[in-house]
């Protein structure tokens, strides 16, 4: 089998929140420490599906994490759900999302 550079475990782990099994993949999760970055990206993602974590959290530390590793497994699609999650909830919109647009001056016509 090739290297896919996915830490070991971290494939069953993701399996099982896929499926549902938060338990199973809790459980999993306690064998690895709080600063593998791979693990650390599972964790946040079991939080956001079994609703422990709510999705601006997750969407913080996974832009923690990302500083970390810009190339950490997983994060950037985790960023992706937990934003959709949260506009879908009502805990984002696009207006909290993005920098308004520059207000432009009626009176000046270079703005």
Known sequence: MADTGVPEGYRTIDDLIEAGDFDGARALLSDYGEDEVGYAVLRLKLGLRDGSLPPPMVENRVVQLLRKDPHATGARELFQEASAVAFRLGQSSLSHSHPPPP??????PES
């Open 103 to 108: 207000v432009k001056d009626k009176d000046d």
